[in-house]
Structure formats: C-alpha cells, structure tokens
C-alpha cells in the first residue's frame, strides 16, 4: 500500500466517478483503475462497487476512507514540516545570555526574530558569565550565545555593541560628587567584583584596565552577579566597575560614574559554532545582523 494509491482512493471515492477522480489526479483512467484494484488486492476487501451507471463505497470503503483522509493529511502535515525545517521556518534555537548589557538588546531582538520565525521556539539559556556560554557552546547547550568579547577560537562570532565602564560607589563615597572618575584615583579602594573562576571576562578587563594605570585592584568581597556587586557596593563593602547597563538597576545608596584614564569599553559579541549551517541558526544571524548593527570600528 503506497501513498499514491491512497491518494487514487480518496478521489475515487469523493468523486464517485473514476473518470473525474482521473482528471482530478491529472491521470488516464486505466492506470487509476489498476491502482484501485491493487489497493483492493493489499487489503483483502472490496472498496467500491462499479457498475456501469454508478461508483458506491461498501461498508469496508467508507471506513478505509477516514484512514486514508488521516493518513494523508499527517503525511502533508510532515511534508511541510520538513520543508519549512529545511528553510529555516521551523526548529528551535537556543540562545545564552549573560550579563544585564544582554537584557538591554533581548527584547527588540526577541520581538523581530518571534516576527519573522513565528514557528521556530526559541528557548532562552540565562548564565551569569560568558565562560559558562562559551562551555554551552562547546558542548551543544546552546546554538548561540550572547558573550562578552573577545570570542576565542574555534567559536566564530561578531561584536554588537561597545559600552564604558562605570565606576559604582556608595553615595557617601569622597568620589561620588564627580561628574567623572579617574581610574587612578581608585587604586587605594577596596573593591567588590565576580568571582575569580567563574569564567568572567568582564572581571578580566577590569583588572586590565586597572594594571594600565599602575594598580591591581584590591578585591575584599566577591558576589556571584551584577545585582549582588551593585547592593554590596550599596552595603559600603567596596566599589566596583562595571558596564553601563548596570546603571539600570538604580539600587538605593548607588551612584554610577563614567571613568576616564584607560581604554575600558567592554565590548559584548554574538558567538557561535564555526561551521554550523544550521538553517535556523542562519535565520537568527540574520535577523541579528538587521536589529542588532555591528559598531563602529574604534581609532587604534
């Protein structure tokens, strides 16, 4: 039993005339009537009764026919599926996500991709630091993850976005009026930043940025994420740096300022696995590449 003879059934059987059915299947009447007879043959029973006025289903053909209708329905339901799988339209994507600067862009990327791929589910991996998206990426978790740059080999990916960093204080601090903070005037502070093995590259830039002005950060306190770097700052344990999204947050005892005296811009990029031609992958980079605009190159 083939799908074709199913097909050759169904119009027979709601054509009641062998001679429409053929002309609806856009095929010569012998070849349809030899389907029929195979089919009759496979099953074992008479579907239809001809004579030579008239075609009518037996009791056996009207209840193959709601087989037939089930089976052929589920067989184009695969049909597209595998179609729109294979352009990209239908699947699932999972993508990492670290950091508040990724909350920033979420939502406006979430809405455009939701919009042109409403069939494709997109499943949303929250981490804290870029090493643990970078390991998801490496093992499978993930398809593609939102990282702080730089994205190492063999990962390929492109930077969306350039942000400062901030100086976060207590609002009692001496530094706190300032409009600015020079990253040398905090070399005598105590500071608060994530942990040392957790993978976070945001940590490491900081303590770059600080080694280019003469000084290694003195850390009395480390916290597992922004919100908690910012409320124990708030608690006067220290001060940190971090990027300017976090100003979002607007914890009470806070204030954040621009730091000027070394190149700090922290740059955040989309990361994925080189030589993945995954069709729902290439969707999201290219809606990705539309929404979300790589930055201006900086003056070396």
């Known amino acids: 039993m083939e799908l074709r003879h199913l097909r050759a059934f169904t ?6 005339h062998f001679g429409r059915a053929a002309q609806r299947l856009h095929m010569a009447q012998p070849p349809l009537s030899q389907q029929i007879r195979q089919l009759e043959r496979d099953l074992g029973v008479v579907l239809l009764e001809r004579t030579i006025r008239q075609v009518r289903l ?3 053909g009207a209840v193959f026919l709601e087989h037939a209708r089930r089976v052929l329905a589920e067989a184009d339901r695969a049909r597209e599926s595998v ?3 294979e352009l990209g339209e239908r699947g699932e994507i999972r993508v990492g996500l670290t950091g508040v600067t990724t909350w920033r862009m979420l939502p406006r990327m979430t809405r455009a991709y939701r919009k042109r791929y409403p069939l494709v589910r997109l499943e949303l991996h929250p981490a804290v630091f870029s090493g643990a998206q970078i390991s998801a990426l490496h093992d499978g978790t993930i398809d593609v993850g939102f990282i702080r740059a730089p994205v190492p080999a063999p990962l390929a990916g492109r930077v969306l976005l350039d942000e400062p960093l901030v100086a976060v204080l207590p609002e009692e601090h001496p530094l706190a009026p300032r409009r600015y903070v020079a990253l040398a005037d905090l070399s005598e502070e105590n500071f608060v930043t994530y942990p040392s093995r957790q993978g976070s590259s945001l940590r490491d830039t900081a303590m770059r940025a600080c080694s280019t ?4 950060p003195r850390v009395v306190q480390e916290a597992p994420d922004t919100y908690t770097v910012v409320a124990l700052v708030g608690a006067a344990v220290g001060v940190a740096l971090l990027p300017a999204s976090a100003e979002r947050l607007q914890l009470e005892g806070v204030v954040f300022r621009p730091v000027i005296g070394a190149d700090v811009q922290v740059p955040i990029a989309l990361a994925w696995r080189a030589g993945d031609t995954s069709p729902v992958l290439t969707g999201f980079l290219a809606v990705a590449a539309a929404i979300l605009p790589t930055p201006p190159q900086r003056p070396a």
């Open 213 to 216: 002005v003469g000084f290694a």
């Open 58 to 60: 037996t009791n056996a």
């Open 83 to 85: 179609l729109l799988t």
């Open 11 to 16: 119009a027979v059987a709601e054509e009641l």
